[in-house]
């Protein structure tokens, strides 16, 4: 991929603003090797410890197909060291297979999920005060290629672009995509109720009180979206999901959901459907919402079934299953955090009963 010192000069510098001391957390492939390198010379240049974590697939497909029950249930204090003591995380999504999990019981899924909590929590907590800076970014490998349906050429390309790599300065870009979020943010912040309707979904979400957050790449890069948690019994409605659901390489099609008091109360699929309601089924948490959003990267016009890119794609929203992130003043607590995105290029939301998002565009002024 070229630009890759432009690319690390971002996450390094703008994303993470890592500092003199800093313990910086990489994980990455073997894919991403080129980047890991650029990222490695601008952590040492500014004077902080890097460290590595390669993941594989098939490691990860082994550990889920032949652990023992305990060993699914098992919290390692090493990772719970480390994800209580670094400073930075830089996670490089660059997988060399897009479903190692899909033939692995779902069951056993969940029960791992169920082990882990504890260092979701800890990052959510870490999170919200401020203690942890981090960013999840891509590295554009044929596998995620492939399940974008696109050449490894025109996947690097879209990477590229999705990421503002293109201009002159992807700083500034990423500055500008960030003061055009905060009009969106001061206009969603007087709004008590959400009403979203197209021809297969009339939902009603509560988020007056909530606070929105403005995803300008620093977490996600590439960003593009503001979110939020919605109150816990303020989802009210059906909704249904264009994209398929991916979840740790299922993919779920079709999904259907209906609400009663912010709870999950039916669910269906055309696709996978075992699968969705066995995640549901993770605790208490999962069968509400955590958060809800706006994309709002125009770069990105194509589903690729990879989440870090589609929950950003111009003209749609998206609703997370599970988790909320405290800062957002989400309580809702749960293993799981699932993201589900919707097209709205053919649809309309109201606010308080006033129409504010016409065909996945805001109408009115966000300046």
């Known amino acids: 991929m070229r630009g890759l010192d432009k690319y690390a000069r971002l ?31 601008e952590i040492v240049s500014r004077g902080a410890y890097p460290r590595l974590v390669l993941a594989d697939d098939v490691l990860t497909e082994i550990f889920y197909r032949y652990a023992p029950r305990e060993l699914l249930e098992y919290l390692s204090p090493i990772d719970r060291f480390i994800a ?11 997988p060399t297979h897009t479903k190692p999990l899909i033939s692995v019981d779902p069951e056993r899924i969940s029960t791992r999920s169920k082990a882990t909590r504890e260092l979701t929590e800890i990052f959510m907590r870490r999170d919200a005060s401020g203690d942890l800076r981090w960013v999840v970014a891509p590295y554009p490998t044929n596998a995620l290629a492939q399940e974008a349906n696109m050449t490894p050429l025109e996947f690097e390309e879209f990477v590229y672009k999705a990421l503002k790599l293109y201009e002159h300065d992807p700083v500034q870009a990423w500055i500008n995509q960030a003061k055009m979020q905060e009009g969106v943010i001061r206009l969603l912040s007087k709004v008590d109720e959400l009403h979203i309707v197209t021809d297969n979904t009339d939902l009603l979400v509560k988020v007056g009180g909530r606070t929105w957050i403005n995803d300008d790449g ?3 890069m590439p960003g593009g979206e503001v979110f939020t948690a919605p109150h816990e019994d303020g989802v009210e409605g059906y909704i249904v999901f264009e994209y398929p659901a991916v979840y740790r390489g299922y993919e779920v099609e079709g999904v259907k959901l209906v609400f009663r008091r912010g709870e999950v109360v039916e ?3 055309i696709k996978g459907e075992e699968f ?22 125009y770069d990105i016009t194509r589903f690729t079934k990879e989440i ?4 950003k794609i111009g003209g749609t929203i998206h609703m997370a299953l599970g988790a909320a992130y405290p800062r957002t003043g989400g309580k809702n607590s749960s293993a799981i955090h699932w993201d589900m995105v919707k097209d709205m290029r053919r649809g309309k939301i109201y606010a308080d009963k006033d129409l504010i998002y016409e065909n996945g ?3 009115k002024d966000i300046a």
Do not use: Q
């Not at 209580?84 to 660059?94: D, F, G, M, Q």
């Not at 870090?308 to 929950?311: I, K, R, W």
């Open 308 to 311: 870090l890119f589609d929950e």
């Open 11 to 41: 996450l390094v510098g703008y994303c993470t603003e890592v500092r003199k001391l800093d313990e910086v957390l990489i994980s990455a492939s073997i894919e991403a090797i080129p980047l890991v390198r650029e990222l490695w010379r």
């Open 276 to 297: 969705l309601k066995k995640m549901l089924a993770t605790d208490e948490g999962a069968r509400r919402v955590g958060e809800f959003a706006f994309g709002l990267n």
């Open 218 to 220: 620093k977490n996600n």
């Open 361 to 363: 565009r805001f109408i």
């Open 267 to 269: 669910a269906s699929a």
């Open 84 to 94: 209580e003591k670094i400073n930075v995380r830089i996670s490089i999504l660059s």
